[in-house]
């Protein structure tokens, strides 16, 4: 196949981007023909020129146009890639009856524990960040039951996959290997054809990079190295795929997005792109891509919130939140209008700073407000432990709509940190619950029959809680883990969730 290298340094007029831009703001989002969702305007705003990048185009007989705008995540059993589908805000809430005030542990899965010493240190097992399981269901009845097979995948900072029987925490499958450490969520595909898309997060045998594992072959099929293209060294992959259409979007710690046709076990690169901020070095990607019809987003370590057309990869629109971002942001479509809300670290800032919690036109890029949360960056036995927001908002449900909450690392005192409510239409803090220590790990909701929401949030201390969503009132706080830096996925009234060591656990809510 042919190559086409399309090296862009933009220098577009302000005018252009503002009247395309207003064009964008005014699209109806209810636009269907015939029952397909109509895709957004191949467009751009003027704050991508700062922006220089380049894409490249190794598939020519593909348009790259994406045929099929649905959300293929909703309509299919079981929690599938990271906080559940494309919005990333893990629409498939538990269930629990009356007021939850307690726990009970079902089962404790064992994982294998690596001793290799590291550069980066022993990595042992269990999960870190984000580390969040999957949940494959099957309605075949094969075992007389009624209720569906349910099976948990999960990857593991031994750098084996893991998978279990949910109902009884006994191994499903066979382990397989994948030779280096998972840090990141891997996803499964959601038209099912058996694809399960896994990244490697540390180099300790090389190969090094992502691969396709085919469950129906239950191997490695398809392997893809390091990147002597891309503009950024570091060649994890952290980011959590997604399907859309025809297509898988990988993000790499590279700096790169990767844009791939799928094939049952395996994947042929469509296209590219590369990009920097001018007279900066390339940033790297560890958040996974939020999607709206034919936009993705994603933030980066420069601190970047960039919007592109999945269409051509070109990028829409850029925003400067400030600093390091790691964590996935979240959109809500309200009125409408998809919005996005994310936030920043404390790294580049130094010593102190803010965690800039920010919602976002998903149109247009415009700040609609924004909040700062003063947090510390601290040392941690001879590491620096930034502050921040590292786990993933979630939005509100049930009598919680106008809400979205969110952990965030304070380090104030040190190694604190704090969940916060805050009002989606005015960016107002309605409260802020002190943890036992800092989170990483993302909360998970639930609702009772009569609407009220519950949540499940977890720390770096092993700690796990019960929290009322529009109270704050903290119904439960109790150790359970060694250090919960993974996040959990919430089935009915029970919680499945990986600790550092070497322990995952399933949790039942009373």
């Known amino acids: 196949m042919k190559t086409l290298t399309l090296l862009f340094v933009l220098t577009l007029l302000s005018a252009c981007g503002g009247e395309r831009g207003k064009a964008a703001g005014n699209t109806s989002l209810n636009d269907t023909v015939h029952g397909a969702i109509l895709p957004l305007p191949d467009t751009s705003f003027s704050s991508v020129e700062a922006l220089i990048y380049e894409i490249q185009i190794l598939d020519t007989i593909n348009s790259g146009v994406i045929t099929d705008l649905r959300d293929l995540y909703d309509s299919v059993p079981g929690i599938l890639t990271f906080r559940g589908g494309p919005f990333r805000d893990f629409p498939k809430h538990g269930k629990v009856t009356g007021r939850p005030d307690s ?5 404790t899965f064992k994982t294998a524990f690596d001793t290799t010493k590291t550069p980066y240190g022993i990595w042992g097992g269990g999960t870190g960040w984000t580390g969040q399981p999957l949940l494959m269901e099957s309605q075949n009845d094969i075992t007389g039951n009624s209720a569906p097979n349910r099976e948990v995948i999960i990857g593991s900072l031994a750098g084996e996959i ?35 898309y896994v990244g490697q997060g540390v180099e300790i045998n090389p190969p090094f990079g992502a691969m396709v594992i085919d469950l129906n072959k239950h191997a490695i099929t398809h392997f893809v190295p390091k990147d002597p293209g891309a503009w950024r060294g570091w060649g994890a992959y952290d980011s959590s795929p997604i399907r859309v259409g025809q297509f898988l979007f990988r993000l790499g710690e590279n700096g790169t997005i990767y844009k791939y046709l799928v094939q049952q076990g395996t994947l042929s690169l469509h296209s590219t792109m590369r990009y920097r901020i001018k007279g900066k070095k390339a940033p790297g990607i560890e958040s996974s891509p939020a999607i709206y019809r034919n936009y993705g987003y994603f933030t980066d370590n420069g601190g970047n919130v960039i919007c592109f057309n999945l269409d051509n990869l070109k990028p829409i629109w850029r925003y400067d939140n400030h600093d390091d971002s790691d964590a996935t942001p979240v959109l809500c479509e309200e009125m409408g209008i998809p919005y996005l809300y994310t936030s920043c670290e404390v790294d580049k800032q130094g010593s102190g700073g803010y965690s800039y919690f920010i919602k976002l036109n998903a149109l247009t890029g415009e700040k609609v407000w924004e909040n700062k949360i003063a947090c510390q960056k601290i040392d941690s036995g001879g590491k620096l432990s930034d502050g921040g927001m ?68 977890a720390d770096c201390w092993g700690y ?8 704050g009132e903290v119904l439960l706080t109790e150790k359970v883990g060694l250090n919960f830096e993974g996040s959990p996925i919430i089935v009915d009234n029970t919680i499945v969730i990986g600790s550092r060591g070497d322990n995952i656990y399933k949790i039942s809510i009373h």
């Open 464 to 471: 796990v809680y019960i929290i009322e969503g529009a109270t």
């Open 390 to 457: 590292f786990s993933t908002p979630l939005p509100g449900i049930g009598d919680c709509s106008d809400y979205i909450f969110t952990c965030i690392v304070t380090h104030n005192p040190p190694f604190k940190g704090i969940f916060m409510a805050i009002d989606k239409n005015r960016g107002k803090i309605i409260y802020s619950i002190d943890l036992k220590r800092y989170a990483w790990s993302s909360p998970v909701p639930m609702l009772d029959s009569e609407g009220k929401m519950y949540i499940f949030a």
């Open 162 to 196: 893991y998978f279990i029987d949910y109902y009884t925490g006994e191994p499903s499958r066979n382990t397989i290997d994948v030779f280096n450490v998972i840090k990141g969520t891997p996803s499964l595909d959601p038209t099912l054809n058996g694809n399960l």
């Open 103 to 107: 726990i009970s542990v079902d089962w």
